[in-house]
């Protein structure tokens, strides 16, 4: 597709389960990014993938929380042994650039994780 | 992870008048700085950016200003409509598309 593509849009779990969260960046885009976006809140930095190494990842808040990406494709954020503070947004978005220039970022429009 | 979580600030305005949207940036090693757009049940979306070696910079209907010396951003919309009710949100990051922080946004209200 045109843009980035996230699934599932809405995941209702409950606490203590595992959830993986997908991201379709767009086409070559190298850079991608993960962030958490919880209700009425700005958007706070999880990882970021630059082709499929992840030079930044302090954003994670524990150890709970995992991210690979095949290539320069797919991601998936995972979150294990899922807490109730956990439910929020979780927003992908793509960048041509990553470090070499201009840095707009392509969104998708997110997955809505709740833990019950 | 960074931001800043706090409840959002709003600002109303009447149709057809200009919006003023502030913002100050952490870093003063930034130098790339982005406004998005988010409505709601959507991702942000690009509205402009500025690079640090520019004060100013005019898009269609928005204009941003950036000030490095006290680390302030501002975005001007012109004759505001319905459609530009959304929440806004000031965005920095360093040598590229590295990292991009995300400040805590702004909620815009338009008054028909």
């Known amino acids: 597709g045109a843009g980035v593509s996230q699934s599932p849009s809405n995941k209702v779990t409950e606490k203590g389960k595992d959830v993986e969260l997908r991201c379709d960046p767009i086409s070559g885009h190298t850079a991608l990014y993960w962030y958490r976006q919880r209700l009425g809140q700005g958007l706070e930095f999880l990882i970021y993938?630059?082709?499929?190494?992840?030079?930044?990842k302090s954003g994670l808040p524990s150890d709970r929380f995992s991210a690979e990406r095949t290539g320069e494709s797919v991601s998936t954020l995972t979150i294990q042994r899922t807490q109730q503070e956990d439910s929020a947004v979780y927003l992908c978005a793509s960048s041509l650039a990553g470090d070499r220039g201009l840095g707009e970022l392509f969104f998708g429009e997110g997955s809505r994780l709740t833990v019950l | 992870g960074e931001s800043v979580g706090l409840h959002l600030p709003t600002l109303s305005v009447q149709e057809g008048d200009n919006s003023i949207i502030n913002c100050a940036y952490s870093?003063?090693?930034?130098?790339?700085f982005i406004w998005y757009k988010q409505e709601s049940g959507k991702g942000p979306q690009f509205i402009i950016d500025i690079r640090s070696n520019m004060d100013k910079r005019q898009g269609q209907r928005v204009t941003v200003l950036l000030n490095k010396t006290v680390k302030h951003l501002s975005l001007q919309i012109a004759a505001t409509q319905p459609g530009d009710s959304a929440v806004y949100f000031c965005?920095?990051?360093?040598?590229?598309?590295?990292?991009?922080?995300f400040g805590a946004g702004t909620r815009l209200f338009v008054k028909a």
């Open positions: 870093n003063s090693a930034s130098d790339y």
């Open positions: 993938f630059q082709g499929n190494s992840a030079p930044d």
């Open positions: 965005a920095e990051n360093k040598g590229g598309g590295f990292k991009t922080i």
